[in-house]
T-cell receptor
Framework: GAVVSQHPSWVICKSGTSVKIECRSL??????MFWYRQFPKQSLMLMAT?????????EQGVEKDKFLINHASLTLSTLTVTSAHPEDSSFYIC???????????FGSGTRLTVV | AQSVTQPDIHITVSEGASLELRCNYS??????LFWYVQSPGQGLQLLLK??????LVQGIKGFEAEFKRSQSSFNLRKPSVHWSDAAEYFC????????????FGTGTRLTIIP
């Protein structure tokens, strides 16, 4: 149990376009979802925390207008990278927290390359 | 604020040898502690977690970790590593009251040699 599906696994887009990444909890309701960014050989950097039906809380330094997060249901959160540029190229990972048992389940990540 | 330190950036171990990965945390109260493993290009998989109770925690894939409050440590151990254990390992602490996020250490890359 406790599976989080993240799509796409990889995406290549042209500079200036927008890309949407989906994160779904398949067999549980996620009270909170998290979006991370990971640079090569580095740790995970939390970008934002989202709760179903409310606005996401962004970490300091993360551009909320560039990285749009929508948590429309208890099983789906999306991250949209708007007007992507090469410096947005990175590995993005979502995580879903279920209930009160402090179970944090991670998606398999999305490799974004902006050309 | 909570923080996690993983002192070892890279560790190389021979297959079949024992392993210990270090993790030190900074947190005012009893922490919730986690160890995750990440294979290249993949997400994170939970190895084990500690909330309370027995300070020696058993996880998946033969891993265990021991919570030592006096040393603010939560080191990960395995008695005999396999080549498939080569990966990046992350220690994390959290959540705190009013903030559900996890704080990750910088990770330790494990290389296994034959």
């Amino acid at each position: 149990g406790a599976v989080v599906s993240q799509h796409p696994s990889w995406v290549i887009c042209k500079s200036g376009t927008s890309v949407k990444i989906e994160c779904r909890s398949l067999d549980f309701q996620a009270t909170t979802m998290f979006w991370y960014r990971q640079f090569p050989k580095q740790s995970l950097m939390l970008m934002a925390t989202s709760n179903e039906g409310s606005k996401a809380t962004y970490e300091q330094g993360v551009e909320k207008d560039k990285f749009l997060i929508n948590h429309a249901s208890l099983t789906l959160s999306t991250l949209t990278v708007t007007s992507a540029h090469p410096e947005d190229s990175s590995f993005y990972i979502c995580s879903a927290k279920r209930g009160q048992d402090y179970g944090y389940t991670f998606g398999s990540g999305t490799r974004l390359t902006v050309v | 604020a909570q923080s996690v330190t993983q002192p070892d950036i890279h560790i190389t171990v021979s297959e079949g040898a024992s392993l210990e990965l270090r993790c030190n945390y900074s947190y005012g109260a009893t922490p919730y502690l986690f160890w995750y493993v990440q294979s290249p290009g993949q997400g994170l998989q939970l190895l084990l977690k500690y909330f309370s109770g027995d300070t020696l925690v058993q996880g998946i894939k033969g891993f265990e970790a021991e919570f030592k409050r006096s040393q603010s440590s939560f080191n990960l151990r395995k008695p005999s590593v396999h080549w498939s254990d080569a990966a990046e390992y992350f220690c994390a602490v959290g959540p705190t009251f009013g903030n559900e996020k996890l704080t990750f250490g910088t990770g330790t890359r494990l290389t296994i040699i034959p």
